[in-house]
């Protein structure tokens, strides 16, 4: 019987960040469970070649169902298979998200998660290119670098914001983050920098931690409502593991509700449908599903705009509020790229330049359920994108903005012809019906087992799952309310938060030895009336 102090499910932008903290002293015992494998192909490293990983054995490349409100398209969702998980496919920008995210959170019940409490979270992970600040640590494992070859059309994306009377913000991740400015990224010495490269990687040595590869957790297990242990394929190999303190379930805003629901946790009405005894009744787990949804506008180039090998594709930006207020989260961001961009009906070949925006505090709401019993089927993903009217108005505003940047005299030298939305499609009309048609996700799913204390709450404030004992969510899934930008520097946020709640909760508790059986009947499920 093999037995360690924690498991961790999931080595990827939260889980490489508890695997590394919890190993700090040496003797607390982890056992870090990957369904993935270390990230071996070539475009890993090449930050410009972050989209050929789409698709290939490190990508989980899941779908939706079909979404009603963009004409029934089913929409493909990369996540990442691999260590590093998501953080080792990205397009590897580092973005916190608004003060006014977090001062939301602490005010929907989460003490502990406004602002000013996660900042020092935000900092302690961080090796800023440009050192210590207010706003910005260096004494972190994790790099964050300003772009290092951005492309001129980069640049002029920021000139033209600014010269239609946006503020340059040279740090979104500052004071604030309105304006335009160059994205920050998590690249070191011209490489990706994923959490495995930055917080595994560099422990794998520590005698206490066991990192296993190509380990498909298919349940918890539990004595009545004491979470003891989980169950894991390997190599085709059934395996069993126990713990002394607690499970930490980080497998993402897919995966984590999946496996609370396989392992008797969720709605109970659900569950019984699947013939899975409850151990909780738990509504909310795999609700509130949150992600971000973008459109973008291209123009071929009338020159070559060849993006370097470091280039994130996704190079400039602006966060701005459709109403102008400075007194709430920014609605939209825009990404700027020297490429063309767009959906494949629209596609060109050759040069050009685009740029999307993204609504970032999105009114839809979706949701997730199982699919069936089986580990390897992954979940029914229902995203509603566009079901609130509110969603679509502001991506036509966002399309109206972007178009009005391109048109500036900075771009006359490289302005090709617009060929999407296209210089065809002018109304409101056309541009409503083109956002169906072609936008899609940005990548960022959070929200499916919500951090809060109300009926739909699925952790605590302290990540503990509701109703049962001694396991947590640790990761995008815990967000109560999306966060304003991209979501993987949160989730490290979340993982380095999560670390010193964990020690802080159990230094003090007494360890209780497990029985040595392990026989089937006492390790079964176990039904609890709801």
């Not at 961790?8 to 015992?29: M, Q």
């Not at 040595?516 to 009336?529: I, M, N, P």
Request: aromatic content about 6%.
């Amino acid at each position: 019987m093999s037995e360690y102090d924690y498991v961790v499910i999931g080595a990827g932008s939260a889980g490489c960040v508890i695997a590394n903290r919890l190993t700090e002293d040496g003797k607390t015992t982890v056992l870090l469970l990957e369904a993935g494998n270390p990230p071996t192909l070539p475009e890993h490293q090449v930050p410009v070649d972050w989209t050929k990983l789409w698709g290939t054995k490190v990508d989980w490349a899941y779908f939706t169902e079909e979404e009603p409100y963009l004409n029934n398209r089913k929409i493909y969702c990369p996540r990442g298979k691999v260590l590093g998980g998501s953080s080792s496919i990205n397009a590897m920008i580092y973005i916190r998200g608004n003060r006014h995210d977090y001062d939301r959170w602490q005010e929907l019940g989460n003490h502990g998660w406004s602002y000013q409490d996660v900042l020092p979270y935000f900092k302690k992970s961080e090796n800023h290119q440009h050192g210590v600040s207010p706003f910005h640590g260096a004494d972190g494992v994790l790099s964050v670098t300003d772009p290092l070859a951005p492309a001129v059309t980069s640049h002029r994306f920021v000139e033209a914001a600014i010269a239609l009377g946006y503020e340059c913000n040279p740090d979104f991740n500052g004071a604030q983050q309105q304006g335009a400015g160059l994205y920050q990224l998590t690249i070191k010495d011209g490489k990706r920098h994923s959490t495995a490269a930055a917080f595994l990687v560099p422990i794998l040595e520590r005698p206490n931690l066991t990192v296993t590869t190509s380990a498909l957790v298919t349940r918890l297990l539990f004595e009545g409502t004491r979470t003891i242990g989980v169950e894991y394929l390997h190599e085709g190999t059934m395996h069993q593991t126990f713990v002394n303190q607690e499970v930490i379930l980080s497998a993402g805003a897919f995966d984590s509700p999946k496996l609370l629901m396989l392992s008797g946790i969720g709605n109970a009405e659900h569950l019984r449908s699947l013939d899975i005894p409850v151990v909780v009744d738990l509504p909310g787990v795999g609700q509130n599903l949150q992600d971000h949804l973008h459109v973008a506008v291209a123009h071929q180039a009338t020159q070559d705009l060849q993006p370097a090998s470091t280039s994130n594709i996704a190079e400039a930006g602006l966060f701005l509020h459709t109403e102008g207020r400075l007194d709430v989260a920014p609605d939209l961001q825009f990404h700027s790229g020297p490429i063309l961009r767009t959906h494949p009906a629209y596609s060109r070949e050759g040069p050009g330049f685009t740029a999307t925006v993204c609504l970032t505090n999105p009114e839809s709401r979706g949701h997730l359920t199982l699919r069936s019993t089986s580990p390897n089927d992954p979940v029914v993903i229902q995203m509603n994108y566009l079901k609130s009217e509110s969603d679509l108005q502001k991506l036509l505003a966002g399309i109206k903005i972007i178009r009005q940047i391109f048109l500036s005299d900075v771009f006359d030298e490289f302005r090709g012809e617009e060929v999407a939305p296209g210089a065809d499609n002018k109304s409101d009309e056309a541009l409503l019906a083109y956002i169906r048609e072609t936008c899609d996700t940005v990548y960022h799913p959070v929200g499916t087992c919500k951090m809060g204390t109300d009926s739909d709450s699925v952790v605590d404030p302290e990540l503990r799952v509701y109703g049962v004992e001694r396991l947590r969510v640790v990761d995008a899934s815990i967000m109560p309310i999306i966060a304003t930008g991209n979501t993987n520097a949160p989730t490290i946020m979340i993982g380095e938060k999560a670390a010193d709640l964990i020690k802080a909760t159990n230094r003090v508790l007494t360890q209780v030895p497990l029985a040595t059986d392990v026989d089937a009947e006492r390790l079964v499920v176990r039904h609890r009336s709801a």
